[in-house]
């Protein structure tokens, strides 16, 4: 398979998944692995994930500019950005303290994953089924105390295979937040929680960066943009009409898979 094709496929692939509870960051490392796709640093993967920052940005625009221009004049605009900050905290210091640790031990664990993928459905049936009654219904109404929580869940991402959406949404609804209200927050909470990995992780790769890579990132990062554009309404549309029950039963299908072929030492 020629490279720049592999690069639209791992691009597609990553803006079809990071909104999603199912992981994008295990969903490209498996891939890589399989199409024999080589990222030295995680150069690439680093870049396209920018692109679905951006795509989330883009459709959540007029938001976005709404809340800046009215922050010091509307008290709801103040609570949603501070929710928003205060979530953010937790994932910004797990990461910073264990990330090196969890790349160097766990991302070459096709078992680790597979648990992970296999336990976080479990977890998203169990949750579905018994969350409380929801008390709040819109993204913009999360008390800062409920974000912090929630933020806390989100820091579970950093094992490959938990998802940041899925550890934000089932943290969220476990809260007593709607299931379309604890989505969105999810995408508002991955803009600063993803611009600052994304910093992060391309000083930290830095090195690796050549104009020889730039075609395959390019590419990337523009399937990632479109992909990530085309995913985010659907799947909101869905979770309001059959909650994320499917989800959970794919993580558990695909967790069953992986962990079969660690045991047989295929992976």
């Known amino acids: 398979m020629p490279s720049l094709l592999k690069a639209a496929v791992l691009g597609v692939l990553q803006g079809l998944t990071e909104f999603l509870p199912v992981s994008s960051t295990a969903h490209l490392l498996i891939a890589s692995r399989l199409i024999g796709f080589d990222d030295p640093g995680g150069v690439f993967t680093i870049m396209i994930q920018l692109g679905s920052i951006l795509a989330i940005m883009w459709l959540y625009r007029q938001k976005i500019v709404h809340v800046v221009a009215t922050l010091p004049s509307d008290p709801d605009s103040r609570n949603f950005a501070l929710s928003v900050i205060v979530a953010t905290i937790p994932a910004l210091v797990a990461g910073a303290l264990l990330s090196s640790f969890v790349k160097r031990v766990l991302y070459a ?13 479990v977890v998203m049936l169990v949750v579905e089924r018994l969350r409380p009654a929801p008390d709040i219904v819109d993204a913009e109404r999360v008390p800062a105390g409920r974000a912090l929580a929630v933020g806390f869940g989100q820091t579970l991402a950093l094992i490959p295979g938990v998802s940041r959406s899925g550890g934000t949404i089932v943290a969220a609804m476990l809260l007593g937040i709607d299931r379309p ?68 039963w794919y993580r558990i299908a695909f967790g069953i898979v992986l962990l079969v072929l660690a045991a047989a030492g295929r992976t």
Not at 109 to 121: K, P, R
Not at 215 to 239: N, R, S, T
């Open 109 to 121: 664990s096709f078992g680790v994953i597979g648990a992970a993928f296999f336990v976080g459905g």
């Open 181 to 248: 209200a604890a989505a969105e927050f999810s995408f508002f909470l991955a803009m600063p929680t993803m611009m600052a990995a994304f910093g992060h992780e391309l000083l930290d790769a830095r090195h690796n960066l050549s104009s020889a890579r730039g075609e395959e990132i390019a590419v990337g990062f523009v399937m990632a943009f479109f992909a990530a554009l085309l995913v985010v309404k659907p799947f909101l549309h869905f979770v309001r009409r059959s909650g994320f029950a499917p989800f959970a």
